[in-house]
Structures are given as C-alpha cells and as structure tokens.
C-alpha cells in the first residue's frame, strides 16, 4: 500500500507541473522554482510533513521535497548554530542531492554531445 500511496502523491504532482507547463506561459525554469518554494512554504506552515508520512518518496522526490529537505536542514541548524544556522542549514541538508546531480551532469554531458533544438 505504501507504494500505491508514494505513487498517487507523486503522480498528482507530477501533474500539476505537466498542466502547469502545458496550459501557462510560465517556463519550466519557473515551475522547478514555484515547486522547491512551495515545498519550503509547505514545510513552514506544517502541511508538508503529514504528506511526508502519508506518502514517503511520493512526497520527498519531486522538487517539492528538495524545498522540504533545505526548511527541515535550516529548522534544525537554527536549533543548535542559532542565526548562522540560516545560512548553514539548507546546504548541510542537501549536500548529498546537489552533489549527486552535479556529477550526474558532467557524466551525461560528456557521454552525450550536446546541440541545439532543431
């Protein structure tokens, strides 16, 4: 049951950014960053972890979830750096998901050759 849950959470928000894209002028570029805010925002409130529990990775790998890891990695940096734990936080808590998409890039970018759209 736990993957149907992980499922229909992340199929609703994969959805909502497919509309998003399809049915606004907004650029995709735009939609990555409302999703990462919204998950901030979300985790700031109090909405976002209930729908961490309720779907696990259905909720913490779309780009909502980045947005929730870096609120959770600065709540927890204020609590024991204090104010330079704004600053520090977010990084500390999401070194392991932006390093893994750098190398990911550079690998793909020299296994594929890039060019533009036709």
């Given at each position: 049951?736990d993957?149907?849950?992980?499922?229909?959470?992340?199929?609703?928000?994969?959805?909502?950014g497919?509309l998003?894209?399809?049915?606004?002028?907004?650029?995709?570029?735009?939609?990555?960053?409302?999703?990462?805010?919204?998950?901030?925002?979300?985790?700031?409130?109090?909405?976002?972890?209930?729908?961490?529990?309720?779907?696990?990775?259905?909720?913490?790998?779309p780009?909502?979830?980045?947005?929730?890891?870096?609120?959770?990695?600065?709540?927890?940096?204020?609590?024991?750096?204090?104010?330079?734990?704004?600053?520090?936080?977010?990084?500390?808590?999401?070194?392991?998901g932006?390093?893994?998409?750098?190398?990911?890039?550079?690998?793909?970018?020299?296994?594929?050759?890039?060019?533009d759209?036709?």
């Amino acid at each position: 049951m736990d993957y149907v849950k992980a499922f229909i959470v992340g199929g609703i928000l994969c959805l909502i950014g497919q509309l998003l894209i399809d049915k606004t002028k907004l650029t995709p570029a735009r939609i990555l960053v409302s999703y990462v805010v919204c998950g901030v925002f979300l985790t700031a409130i109090g909405i976002y972890e209930p729908l961490v529990e309720f779907a696990g990775a259905g909720a913490t790998v779309p780009l909502t979830g980045f947005g929730y890891c870096l609120a959770n990695g600065v709540k927890k940096a204020v609590e024991t750096d204090g104010v330079l734990g704004v600053f520090t936080g977010g990084l500390k808590s999401t070194a392991g998901g932006i390093t893994a998409a750098i190398i990911s890039g550079l690998l793909v970018s020299l296994i594929f050759k890039a060019r533009d759209k036709a």
